[in-house]
């Protein structure tokens, strides 16, 4: 037996939003109260660019240490499979506003700071396809994106400071 089921994701127009920006999907509480919430985290303009698998994988691993440094309460940021941009799944609540500004200072840290033994995760033991990274890619996207700004709202251009 199998249920009806609807997607959020898969109901929202891609042909109306204006990347970049972040989106709250959802905010669910569990059984016990407990209370999570789900971003759409757009860095590329659907159907019109994506971003190449090796620096998507860089930004991937470099998120997953940066934002911890920015926020409490991460538990997951993972890339789409479209490599349009990142599902972020945080505890608690936040607003688009807060998670634009983290990722905005993410971008910054990679585009300007970040160096090959930043890294985190990049042997063969740390890393399920090692060799698909490049930090130049990541580099040069992430300053493309802070080009264009973060917008904390997905249809209007409002782009955080
Ligand atoms: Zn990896």
Request: glycine residues 6%; negative net charge.
């Amino acid at each position: 037996m199998t249920k009806e089921v609807l997607v959020e994701s898969f109901e929202l127009d891609h042909t109306i939003v204006k990347a970049p920006y972040i989106r709250m999907i959802s905010e669910e509480t569990g059984p016990k109260g407990d209370m999570i919430s789900n971003y759409d985290i757009r860095l590329v303009q659907p159907n019109e660019d994506a971003i190449p698998t090796a620096g998507l994988h860089t930004i991937e691993h470099l998120l997953a240490l940066l934002i911890r440094k920015r926020m409490d309460g991460l538990i997951d940021c993972s890339p789409f499979g479209c490599r349009t941009g990142f599902h972020m799944i945080m505890w608690g609540s936040h607003s688009t506003t807060e998670i634009a500004q983290v990722i905005k200072s993410c971008l910054e840290e990679i585009a300007e700071v970040t160096t090959w033994e930043d890294v985190p995760g990049t042997t063969i033991e740390s890393c399920g396809n090692y060799k698909d990274h490049s930090l130049f890619s990541a580099k040069e996207w992430a300053k493309l994106i802070l080009e264009q700004g973060i917008s904390d709202d997905p249809f209007e251009r409002h782009i955080v400071e």
